[in-house]
């Protein structure tokens, strides 16, 4: 295990059906996600067989205001904002405003799809319109020195605004 990974510990090596086996635990993580890449080495009638094994490991979604988004540094933290959309840039990408009490952030692209890589283009097929109430999950990122919702971010929930009267 690489040293940086100190959040990964390796039990012993155990035989299970005639395969050698170990398992690896891992620590609880508050943060982003993190990944690593664990080196397994033995040695056989004197010739050494080496394999190796990519670990990634997502990190705990934090429900914050927007406000609190804006005080939260860039990386793969992912974040929970609930808030209205405003000012709908693409229908295509989902780029808009997530608006709260707190404040306000761009949102640079929306998917239904749930945490991809790149952005599938699914946010037409969502329905959401400026005024209707969304959360939605996705990274600290920012654009010229400017805060953003990354990722892309994706769609948890979704309330269509109502019109209503008052008498």
Sequence with gaps: IPEDAAWLTAGEPTNIGGATCVEL???????????????FKTTVDGKDYIAMADVEQAGAIKAVTVAEFLAAAEGTSLYELTGVVKNIKSTTYGNFDIVDATGSVYVYGLTNNGAVGSNDKTFASLGINEGDKVTIVGTRASYNGTAQVGGPAYLVAHTAAQAATIA
């Design 25 to 39: 635990t891992a620590a609880a993580n508050e943060g982003g996600v993190r990944k690593t890449t664990v080196t």
